[in-house]
Nanobody
Framework: QLQLVESGGGLVQPGGSLRLSCAAS????????IAWFRQAPGKEREGVSC????????HYVDSVKGRFTISRDNAKNTVYLQMSSLKPDETAVYSC???????????????WGKGTLVTVSS
């Protein structure tokens, strides 16, 4: 059974850092492009970052460039999202997704985790 499980969310102060993990079971992560999406209450789902399967290239939405880093540990079959300088408006449920290639359109991904809540607040 193909499954993605996110972890690492929690409460962090503005300007703080968190590292999210996306662990896969039932398939090999590096065969897929893996993206992180987030959805805040009352807002649409937004693509944040993606790492491609072909060459491992990383992609970021403009608002997180220089603050977020996506990486892959093939031995652990896990993708990480290191987030720093977090802002209150980045409070959201963060979900990882697996697909054939990187895109900012959520329907381009076949498998999804249930998400992990990140709350940025003092």
């Amino acid at each position: 059974q193909l499954q993605l499980v996110e972890s690492g969310g929690g409460l962090v102060q503005p300007g703080g850092s968190l590292r999210l993990s996306c662990a896969a079971s039932g398939f090999t992560l590096d065969d897929y492009a893996i993206a992180w999406f987030r959805q805040a209450p009352g807002k649409e789902r937004e693509g944040v970052s993606c790492i491609s399967s072909a060459d491992g290239s990383a992609h970021y939405v403009d608002s997180v460039k220089g603050r977020f880093t996506i990486s892959r540990d093939n031995a652990k079959n896990t993708v990480y999202l290191q987030m720093s300088s977090l802002k209150p408006d980045e409070t959201a449920v963060y979900s990882c997704a697996a697909g054939r290639f990187c895109t900012w359109y959520y329907y381009g991904f076949d498998y999804w985790g249930k998400g992990t809540l990140v709350t940025v607040s003092s």
